[in-house]
């Protein structure tokens, strides 16, 4: 059984920076991809970042520049740094794992920004 574990969140003001962190516990079978995605309370889930078993990270165009993605391949785990934070990425980001069996999802945390 897979565990995703989040951490990290909170409140920043418009220009300021969180951190995100998830680790993935349990029988890990091969990892395909792992990343984040975030929904707003208007929006739909959507793509922030993610990283490929071939080593290549995907960010959306929103985030291009301001965040970056940082995976242990040994540990299982993702942080996501964000930068220069704007209310528009006032969200809930959840934690995302793809292996060969199946994906898996982190519970969420809350990400605000007030301008």
């Known amino acids: 059984q897979v565990q995703l574990v989040e951490s990290g969140g909170g409140s920043a003001r418009a220009g300021g920076s969180l951190t995100l962190s998830c680790a993935a516990l349990?029988?890990?079978?091969?990892?395909?991809?792992m990343g984040w995605y975030r929904q707003s309370p208007a929006g739909q889930r959507e793509l922030v970042a993610i990283k490929t078993s071939d080593g290549v990270t995907n960010y959306a165009d929103a985030v291009k520049g301001r965040f970056t993605l940082l995976k242990d391949n040994i540990r299982n785990t993702v942080s996501l740094q964000m930068n220069s934070l704007t209310p528009d990425d006032t969200a809930v980001y959840y934690c995302?794992?793809?292996?060969?069996?199946?994906?898996?999802w982190g519970q969420g945390t809350q990400v605000t920004v007030k301008g």
């Open positions: 349990g029988s890990i079978s091969m990892v395909n991809r």
């Open positions: 995302y794992l793809q292996t060969t069996i199946r994906a898996h």
